[in-house]
């Protein structure tokens, strides 16, 4: 049974770090590109980062510098590690996996930056 199970979100007030892990189990992880979407109240998900298995890292633009995606295969968990947060992260983040074959999804976690 495939799971993706992201943690870490929460309250912060800009400017604050908040670091989401994402445990996957039930597929190859090794293999697969993994990586974090969020979707904003009344918008369309969005990807956020993505890290493929050799290390190749991808990021949208508004988060460029402030946010960093990681991976660890021996614990089969990515990390999503966020700084400078703005109000306009809020959001639900989600973690996916991608082996070609199949695409997974997390059930997400909320973060919300306000003051």
């Known amino acids: 049974q495939v799971q993706l199970v992201e943690s870490g979100g929460g309250l912060v007030q800009p400017g604050g770090s908040l670091r989401l892990s994402c445990a996957a189990s039930?597929?190859?992880?090794?293999?697969?590109?993994m990586g974090w979407y969020r979707q904003a109240p009344g918008k369309e998900r969005e990807l956020v980062a993505t890290i493929t298995t050799g290390g190749r890292l991808n990021y949208v633009d508004s988060v460029k510098g402030r946010f960093t995606v990681s991976r660890d295969n021996v614990k089969r968990t990515i990390y999503l590690q966020m700084n400078s947060l703005k109000p306009e992260d809020t959001a639900v983040y989600y973690c996916n996996a991608d082996t070609r074959a199949m695409n997974y999804w997390g059930k997400g976690t909320l973060v919300t930056v306000s003051s």
């Open positions: 039930g597929f190859f992880f090794s293999i697969a590109t």
